[in-house]
């Protein structure tokens, strides 16, 4: 009758009678198979796009990303946050559709299904640890001990290993369920509870509300979607119109980034520099317009004008494709300083800009310059910049 759920097949779970005849049929593997796919789409996305994202703040030696197009990094980091809020519903779809299965006899049993109970229970683990702490993270929201940025990239690997076990154990299942039409089941005909809800509204609801989570943090990106964007916690509010991050005052720097003596001091091998921004000023001026895309999710273009980062190195020495350290005001904090390899160096649009939209830089934005370079995250995009050196 109910064959959405057969008691019979090797590759399904066995359930235990009374339990079977009591789920809805949208509670199946059909359901499972189609959810789980669209999850494991959006999970792969985040996963990739997450890696790319960690290679730019701790690049390996063999690690090299571009400085163009300019916009790139911003939809990476976009479409990571996006499809970890859209994977969200997914997972919740995902585990009321296979919840009375989870407790199939028997619990453990064979090593091969001891296996499969192992995988899901990292794996549901692990993801709703990724999506809660990634949610978190992009409302500034840190209410735990441990340093974000690595565990969530070493869980990223738990989770992704379990879901590799996962599928690998579940493809046949998949398949078999992929290729079942859809049963109706007559009203009448069976038990009262099979007639249940129907899988296509339970995988209709799942797309919906994933397509409304992704709409309501696309905003932080998209511009066009702002207005719409109910979770979206920044959107372009803050001085000159793009969002801050960490405040002057927050990094104790207000009184050494207003000082008359304020120097920018550059190092390029064995010659050092000091500019005044008078000094800053009189150099050739660049303009770029470029965003700030925050690990965070948000982001927003603006145009910045100041100098050339090579043009800087080049008033002071000769540069020869080394990696440069640009180190704020600010002593302490997580992000105080940025190093910049030779792709980002060499490109035009790399600047320690002095303003913003045709503006000197409020303070909030690093007054007197900031590190802007194309294609990176906000996260190195340094404010209040005090020394850039050439390592040698
Ligand atoms: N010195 C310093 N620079 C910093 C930060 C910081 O905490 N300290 N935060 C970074 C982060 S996380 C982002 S997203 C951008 C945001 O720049 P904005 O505040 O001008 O928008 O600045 C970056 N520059
Ligand atoms: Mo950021």
Not at 145 to 174: D, E, M, Q, W
Not at 228 to 256: D, I, M, Y
Request: charged share 15%; proline share 7%; glycine share 8%.
């Amino acid at each position: 009758m109910n064959d959405e759920h057969p008691t019979s097949t090797t590759s399904e779970l066995l359930l235990p009678d009374a339990l079977s005849t009591q789920i809805s049929p949208a509670r199946s593997t059909a359901v499972a198979a189609r959810v789980g796919i669209l999850l494991g789409i959006a999970i792969t996305i985040c996963f990739l796009t997450g890696l790319i994202s960690h290679g730019i703040q701790r690049p390996p030696a063999w690690f090299w990303w571009p400085a163009h197009p300019v916009w790139l990094y911003r939809v990476t980091q976009g479409a990571h946050v996006i499809s970890g809020v859209i994977a969200i519903p997914l997972v919740i779809v995902k585990l009321w559709s296979v919840y009375p299965r989870l407790f199939a006899r028997p619990l453990l049993g064979n090593p091969l299904r001891m296996l499969e109970r192992g995988s899901i229970a990292v794996l549901v683990g692990s993801t709703i640890f990724q999506l809660v702490t990634g949610l978190f993270n992009t409302a500034q929201y840190y209410p735990w001990r441990f340093f974000f940025t690595t565990t969530h990239y070493a869980f990223a690997f738990i989770a992704a290993g379990a879901l590799a076990v996962h599928l690998a154990i579940k493809l046949p299942v998949v398949r078999d369920a992929l290729a079942r039409p859809e049963v109706t089941v007559p009203v009448g005909e069976s038990s009262t509870e099979v007639a249940g809800i129907s899988r296509r509204v339970v995988v209709g609801s799942a797309i919906a509300a994933a397509a409304v989570a992704a709409i309501a943090v696309a905003g932080q990106t998209v511009p066009l979607l702002r207005r719409v964007s109910v979770l979206a916690p920044r959107s372009g509010t803050g001085p000159q119109g793009v969002p801050v991050n960490r405040t002057a005052a927050q990094a104790g720097v207000t009184e050494a980034a207003r000082a008359p003596s304020y120097r920018l001091v550059v190092t390029v091998g064995e010659r050092t520099r000091e500019f005044s921004l008078a000094d800053l000023t009189a150099l050739p001026q660049t303009t770029a317009t470029l965003p700030i895309a925050c690990v965070e999710g948000w982001s927003v273009g603006a145009e910045w004008s100041g100098v050339a980062v090579r043009d800087l190195l080049d008033a002071v020495g000769t540069y020869r494709g080394e990696d440069v350290v640009f180190q704020s005001l600010e002593r302490g904090g997580l992000y105080n300083r940025s190093v910049l390899p030779q792709p980002h160096i060499e490109a035009a649009d790399s600047l320690v800009a002095l303003r913003i939209g045709g503006e000197e830089l409020d303070i909030e934005h690093g007054y007197p310059c900031r590190l802007i370079a194309p294609n990176r995250p906000g996260v190195l995009q340094t404010k209040w910049l005090s020394t850039v050196a050439v390592l040698r």
